[in-house]
């Protein structure tokens, strides 16, 4: 798997839980006390199901 690379098009962040999406990829973060981290990369959506990723999930 490559690391992504590319512009930022969309953050959402809920709570302590955000997306962000640059090009057709996906990297999903969460937020414990220690600080962001990445929770799901190299995602991508999957029709009526949660998406799927090469590495953690959402």
Same mark, same amino acid.
């Given at each position: 798997?490559?690391? /992504?690379?590319?512009?930022?098009? #969309?953050?959402?962040?809920?709570?302590? +839980?955000?997306?962000?999406? +640059?090009?057709? #990829?996906?990297?999903?973060?969460?937020e /414990?006390?220690?600080?962001?981290?990445?929770a799901? +990369?190299?995602?991508?959506?999957? #029709?009526?199901? /949660?998406? +799927?990723?090469?590495?953690?999930? /959402?």
């Amino acid at each position: 798997m490559g690391v /992504p690379s590319g512009q930022v098009e #969309d953050v959402v962040v809920r709570g302590d +839980a955000a997306r962000v999406r +640059a090009g057709s #990829d996906t990297v999903f973060l969460r937020e /414990p006390a220690s600080g962001w981290r990445v929770a799901g +990369a190299g995602c991508r959506a999957v #029709d009526g199901r /949660p998406y +799927a990723c090469d590495v953690g999930g /959402p």
